[in-house]
């Protein structure tokens, strides 16, 4: 079992819908969570960090239950802009390295 | 914010041949730097840590000998792709982190090496 799964993807959504990513992770000790965006042959940049409450940034909310050791990753009013792949990633709970989902790539279209 | 620069963006070698590439933190010591691969489609792989001043804690499957990473500085680290062959064509991303940063990386641009 990989350490960090995420939707197979591709999602293909229309501007302004509402788009659901989800990621779990298998390392119960991990202790910090964050949604990358890596845009085609480009370094992957961070797009938010992940909190045990949720936390929001405009358009995008990020959750996690630690209980079922899942992430997600809400984009609302989807943009052309917001096409990438979306990686979740987690830190391998005590050691001071993040392993990186597969991703799940997002074509908005118009 | 802080900026991870990469060199050389891409690179095409013969295969045999040996290829540097460096990782520098522009703005702020890096006491760690990691190297990452990435294959088309797929995710991330962490080759290596790397520690200013001591060696390189390598993960399970790579191969030290062939991928040597020196981290002499700061804020320089190098991967050496030893003796490359075609199957070592990848996308290599180096990242770091200063020690106070607690978990977000960094990432430089990446490098994608081919070897023909």
């Known amino acids: 079992r990989k350490e960090v799964e995420q939707d197979p993807g591709p999602f293909n959504v229309p501007e302004g819908a509402t788009v659901a990513f989800n990621c779990t992770y298998s390392?119960?000790?991990?202790?910090?969570f964050f949604w990358y965006r890596q845009d085609c042959r480009k370094e992957p940049k961070l797009l938010m960090s992940?909190?045990?409450s949720g936390n929001e940034d405009g358009r995008f909310t990020a959750q996690l239950n630690r209980a079922s050791q899942y992430i997600s990753l809400l984009i609302r009013d989807s943009k052309l802009s917001d096409s990438a792949t979306y990686l979740c990633?987690?830190?391998?709970?005590?050691?001071?390295?993040?392993?990186f989902g597969a991703g799940t790539r997002l074509a908005v279209h118009p | 914010g802080a900026v991870v620069s990469q060199h050389p963006s891409w690179v095409i070698c013969k295969s045999g041949t040996s290829v540097k590439i460096e990782c520098r933190s522009l703005?702020?010591?890096?006491?760690?730097m990691f190297w990452y691969r990435q294959f088309p489609k797929q995710s991330l792989m962490l080759m290596a840590t790397?520690?200013?001043?001591?060696?390189?804690?390598?993960e399970q499957g790579v191969e030290k000998d062939k991928f040597l990473i020196n981290h002499a500085s700061l804020t320089l680290s190098t991967l050496t792709v030893t003796s490359a062959h075609p199957e070592d064509s990848s996308f290599y991303i180096c990242?770091?982190?200063?020690?106070?940063?607690?978990?977000?990386?960094?990432f430089g641009e990446g490098s994608r090496l081919t070897v023909l």
């Open positions: 990242s770091a982190k200063t020690g106070h940063l607690t978990g977000e990386l960094f």
């Open positions: 990633v987690v830190n391998s709970g005590g050691y001071n390295k993040l392993i």
């Open positions: 790397s520690n200013e001043g001591s060696k390189a804690t390598y």
């Open positions: 992940v909190y045990s």
């Open positions: 703005d702020f010591q890096a006491t760690t």
């Open positions: 390392n119960s000790a991990s202790q910090s």
